[in-house]
């Protein structure tokens, strides 16, 4: 199993401009995620979705914006880039097991990021 | 809304040496707890997750800790070597679609 990977690893933006992060994961995982590191920060989440056809705002959406059309693949695009995306992105997936309690999921696996510079 | 504090942002100790990693949240009402290893412009690996009814998960070498109740998780490393120099940070799940919420990591440097 490759795992999720990302591409590209490095991107340069040029304001105004557009593109889209690739996000892939061959573990069949239903949720999956994505995630922006400021430097010297925590992560924080920018959508998820719990599967094929739904998705959702994480606590960071604006300025962005997701798809999920297949199990495999969750693309995060950015329509007008701004200086204060300059960041790096990861992207994550994970199996939840929804149960009588509640549900329990296993843990989060992480793409390798992308590197993102908005100039 | 739930906030993940670690202090220290950074620790420096000499090789062997057994250490502590502190992470504190706010609200108890979470899933479960997870503490991932980063390595400079890599991504995240997981190394422990602590489900909300357990008190602890080991590792190797590495021990997790989970006080609900107190609203802080340790992650304590025994015999530390120069390769677990890396970032650590804890996140905690609030349950539901797992909407991780991360402290600002704790970057640790083994000195040989």
């Known amino acids: 199993n490759a795992g999720v990977t990302q591409t590209p690893k490095f991107r340069i933006l040029k304001i105004g401009q557009s593109m889209t992060l690739q996000c892939t994961q061959d573990?069949?995982?239903?949720?999956m995620y994505w995630y922006r590191q400021d430097p010297g920060m925590g992560l924080k989440l920018i959508y998820y979705?719990?599967?094929?056809?739904?998705?959702d705002k994480g606590e960071v959406p604006n300025g962005y914006n997701v798809s999920r059309s297949t199990t495999e693949d969750f693309p995060l695009r950015l329509e007008l880039a701004a200086p204060s995306q300059t960041s790096v992105y990861f992207c994550?997936?994970?199996?939840?097991?929804?149960?009588?309690?509640?549900?329990?999921?296993?843990?989060?696996?992480f793409g390798p990021g992308t590197r993102l510079l908005v100039l | 809304k739930q906030e993940v504090t670690q202090i220290p942002a950074a620790l420096s100790v000499p090789e062997g040496e057994n250490l502590v990693l502190n992470c504190s949240f706010t609200?108890?009402?979470?899933?479960?707890l997870q503490w991932f290893r980063q390595d400079p412009g890599k991504g995240l690996t997981s190394l422990l997750l602590?489900?909300?009814?357990?008190r602890e998960q080991t590792s190797g070498r590495l021990n997790a800790s989970l006080d609900k109740s107190s609203g802080r998780s340790t992650l304590y490393i025994a015999a530390s070597q120069p390769g677990d120099s890396a970032t650590y940070l804890c996140a905690a799940g609030p349950g539901g679609a797992q909407k991780l919420v991360f402290g600002q990591g704790t970057r640790l440097t083994i000195n040989p």
């Open positions: 573990m069949n995982h239903n949720y």
């Open positions: 979705s719990v599967g094929a056809g739904i998705t």
């Open positions: 609200d108890s009402a979470i899933y479960n």
């Open positions: 602590i489900q909300s009814s357990q």
């Open positions: 994550a997936s994970s199996y939840f097991i929804r149960s009588e309690s509640g549900g329990a999921s296993e843990t989060q696996y």
